[in-house]
């Protein structure tokens, strides 16, 4: 079936240190991919997607690729901040008949000022 | 506006009592969303609605009644509840059923039944 598998959390790293957290997919087709951010006691936000193979998607500093070949989307930053401390969801979309959205399990980034 | 809003953001519940959680979006959005998310997990999708329509109901309990009145709100009714079902309810939108397009979220609301 259609997955994604995440590291585990939490990830704990010093102001302006660089981020990579870990984000692979099982899928049949072409899904299109997200990263969600939740801060805590709120809601997702949609940080980036990417909607086909090679397509980099990017904001606020965070940017993650599309690789079909690898089957992974992993999210970087280049500098993180305390205020980036929330966890991170890699999702996939796919078409079953319907539309699905999957999430990973999630993980944790902890930023120490 | 660029929000999904929902009310109330904390909500606790005896197991006997009637509730509704309430989401609304004003972005013109065609698709709406109800998930639950326990403590330290990922959502978990329960309903969709598609052009005010219930297009995926996802084996939930029939303890919970969604609604969509109009292509602003959804809400959804909460009835004999477990303790079990405590969890933060999230409702996202988005503007198509499309792969191609992510979902906006609102806060949730924090249910505790007691």
């Known amino acids: 079936g259609n997955s994604v598998t995440q590291m585990e959390g939490p990830v704990t790293l010093s102001e302006e240190a660089f981020l990579t957290i870990n984000c692979t997919y099982t899928a049949t087709g072409y899904p299109s991919l997200f990263w969600y951010v939740q801060y805590p006691g709120e809601g997702l936000q949609l940080l980036l997607k990417a909607t086909k193979a090679d397509d980099k998607g990017s904001n606020k500093g965070f940017e993650a690729t599309y690789r079909k070949e690898t089957t992974s989307f992993h999210l970087e930053k280049g500098s993180v901040q305390v205020s980036d401390s929330a966890v991170y969801f890699c999702a996939l979309k796919y078409d079953d008949g319907f539309q699905k959205l999957v999430f990973g399990t999630g993980t944790r980034l902890l930023v120490s000022p | 506006d660029t929000e999904v809003t929902q009310t109330p953001k904390h909500l606790v519940m005896g197991m006997t009592n009637k509730k509704s959680l309430k989401c609304e979006q004003h972005?013109?959005?065609?698709?709406m969303y109800w998930y639950k998310q326990k403590a330290k997990k990922p959502p978990e999708l329960m309903f969709v609605?598609?052009?005010?329509?219930?297009?995926i109901n996802e084996s939930v309990p029939s303890r919970f009644s969604p609604e969509c009145p109009n292509s602003s709100l959804l809400n959804l009714h909460l009835h004999a509840l477990q303790p079990e079902d405590s969890a933060l309810y999230l409702c996202a939108s988005s503007q198509e059923e499309e792969q191609i397009y992510g979902y906006t979220f609102g806060s949730g609301t924090r249910l505790t039944v007691v």
């Open positions: 972005m013109g959005h065609r698709a």
């Open positions: 609605y598609s052009y005010e329509k219930l297009s």
